[in-house]
């Protein structure tokens, strides 16, 4: 199986995870900023997820989820996955 990347996620998982994201934290009306600081993640790493630009770690969407006050399964649900 080749390694997921961003030039061979074919079925664009980590955009569309990225989209949902983006859209829950619009939705708190939250600066890219700020959630990245209350997930404890750099914040151009968290611009990168948002883009889909990166293959995050379960334990990185926990944090997100945490920090949008959602469950991962809500984030992964709302990207089709």
Same mark, same amino acid.
């Given at each position: ?38 997930? *404890? ?10 883009? *889909?630009?990166? =293959?995050?770690?379960?334990? =990185? ?18 990207? *089709?996955?």
């Amino acid at each position: 199986m080749a390694r997921v990347s961003v030039k061979t996620d074919k079925d664009s998982s980590l955009v569309r995870l990225g989209a949902a994201i983006r859209a829950r934290r619009q939705l708190l009306s939250m600066s890219q900023e700020a959630l990245a600081d209350h997930a *404890g993640i750099d914040r151009s790493h968290m611009g990168k997820v948002e883009r *889909g630009e990166r =293959n995050i770690t379960l334990l =990185n969407i926990m944090r997100i989820a945490i920090a949008l006050d959602c469950s991962a399964s809500e984030l992964l649900s709302q990207a *089709g996955l």
